[in-house]
């Protein structure tokens, strides 16, 4: 065997690359070669530079210095068309599909096929037939997209990508909304990719789902590569310490807080679409001061639907009760006003203006409570200052409270509405995903802002595709399943894959229900 033929063939070879944004650098003297074949994990903390690379490598953004290889040929990207072209795709965190469309039109949108006279769906059909069973996506190209699970969807990302012929694919976050038993199905599909020869770049802060899956993991710190592992060599606590320089945070709370006070009731709480179809089925629960509860479900179950409702966003029947007020009727800026916290699941669609800077995302929301307001008038000198305090306790990585919220990496824009949210001592927090997107170490700081405001007497609705988080958090556990709350569990006996089972309806109660 010749040297040529025993050395690992590089799919994607990145060379000092150096990406500078006013402020600050985002990625310096990076090198990173991903094996062809290969899964090759990408991990770092918040604001590390990993979607920045990402973005260079598939044509969003144009490195400052360095060189990107391809299949060992120099290339220069000027959009994602021209990473398209070389055999590049990518799926993003949040999904690009149109819900009203089906598969094969989402599939097929930008890249038609047939001729100028007329498309040829029949013959996309058959293609998206085909390289659904070579690589095990088991996709059907009918359904329209809104009528899928968020497994289902990312699968359709994916065929999408292989259809315009992406022999390396980037996967940014790829299980940060997946069930266990949907994860255990994206790594067999993902390992199929493998045997066939594709290169996969898997972005993900989920250590011990990295050392599963990966060949390799390169870590990034402070925008630039500090190792590269092989994750059969390498503890889980290692790599957290290689990603932030501390251990693994636990989100265990050890002791109940909860009191005998009620500070929501949701009594036989509706939610239907434009057709009649019940999104949120006669629901009811409490929650007292000192308590999480925690909900569980496949993301499309009707998790969106309640958290809206009981914010008053969404037109509901039923009672909503806030301690004895009945705010049932009530305004989205009342219930704020009588100190209803929320993180929204969407914190681009819900929570952040991304154009506008980091002080006035701060007041949004807010604007009519202190210290955003006096006497009816947004007062900036202490909302500038307040969100000085929110960028120092919650660590958000930025040069400066003027720079806009879409300057922000995605766990940095996560951090500020968390501590935005968790600011003027609310009484209630409706908190989706609080720690979607974020690193460890800023993890572990929100479970422990989280502990302590419960600790308080803070009640909290905890919605999370964190299963571990889940019950690590809550003091009760509820599984919603098509909008009805179908099992309660114990979070002290449950376990991850109890819960699995009974979101996806396979199990009728979780272990450990009370």
């Known amino acids: 065997m010749t040297e040529s033929e025993s050395t690992p063939h590089a799919a994607v070879r990145l060379q000092g690359i150096t990406k500078r944004f006013p402020g600050v650098v985002a990625n310096h003297d990076i090198d990173l070669t991903v094996v062809s074949g290969t899964v090759h994990a990408l991990c770092g903390e918040n604001g590390a530079g990993k979607s920045t690379l990402m973005k260079i490598l598939y044509g969003m953004q144009k490195p400052d210095e360095g060189t990107i290889e391809v299949e060992g040929r120099q290339v220069a990207f000027h959009s994602p068309s021209d990473a398209i072209a070389v055999g590049i795709g990518m799926v993003h965190q949040h999904f690009k599909l149109a819900d009203n469309f089906t598969v094969l039109e989402n599939v097929i949108l930008g890249s038609e096929p047939g001729s100028a006279f007329g498309l040829d769906l029949d013959a996309a059909r058959r293609r998206i037939l085909e390289i659904s069973d070579r690589y095990g996506l088991d996709v059907d190209p009918d359904p329209v997209v809104a009528e899928l699970g968020v497994g289902d969807r990312q699968r359709v990302e994916i065929l999408k990508a292989l259809y315009r012929g992406a022999r390396i694919l980037i ?54 590569t500090v190792a590269t592992v092989d994750p059969r060599e390498v503890t889980t606590r290692q790599l957290a310490e290689l990603m932030v320089g501390s251990e693994l945070p636990s989100p265990q709370t050890t002791s109940s807080t909860v009191t005998d006070r009620p500070v929501l009731t949701v009594e036989n709480l509706t939610v239907t679409d434009a057709d009649g179809r019940a999104l949120i089925d006669d629901v009811s629960f409490t929650i007292h001061a000192g308590e999480v509860l925690g909900i569980a479900g496949v993301e499309g179950n009707g998790q969106a639907e309640l958290v809206d ?18 705010i049932s009727n009530e305004s989205t800026r009342h219930r704020r006003e009588a100190g209803v916290a929320f993180i929204p699941e969407d914190r681009i669609r819900q929570g952040l203006l991304l154009e506008a800077p980091l002080w006035e995302n701060r007041v949004l929301g807010h604007q009519t409570t202190e210290p955003n307001s006096k006497g009816g008038l947004i007062d900036r000198r202490h909302a500038r200052a307040d969100t000085q305090r929110i960028v120092a306790d919650y660590d958000v990585r930025t040069p400066s409270i003027d720079v806009t919220a879409s300057a922000l990496s995605g ?18 927090l409706l908190a989706a995903h609080p720690t979607r997107g974020v690193d460890v170490g800023a993890q572990a700081a929100i479970w422990d802002h989280l502990r302590h405001a419960r600790a308080q007497g803070l009640a909290v609705l905890l919605i999370s595709a964190d299963l571990d988080e889940l019950i690590g958090l809550s003091d009760s556990l509820r599984v919603i399943l098509r909008g009805r709350l179908v099992a309660q569990a114990d979070p002290a006996t449950v376990t991850p894959e109890d819960l699995g089972s009974a979101m996806t309806g396979a199990g009728a109660r979780a272990e450990g229900a009370a």
């Open 411 to 428: 766990g940095n824009q996560q951090k500020l509405i968390v501590g935005r949210e968790m600011s003027g001592q609310p009484r209630l």
């Open 171 to 224: 996967l940014d976050e790829p299980t940060a909304v997946l069930v266990p038993q949907e994860v255990d199905e994206l790594f067999a599909a993902l390992n199929e990719l493998k045997a066939e020869g594709l290169t996969v770049v898997f972005i993900s802060h989920k250590l011990d789902e990295v050392r599963k899956i990966a060949d390799a993991i390169t870590v990034i710190r402070r925008g630039t």
């Open 309 to 326: 409702a009981i914010m008053g966003i969404r037109a509901s029947t039923g009672r909503v009760l806030l301690e004895s007020d009945d």
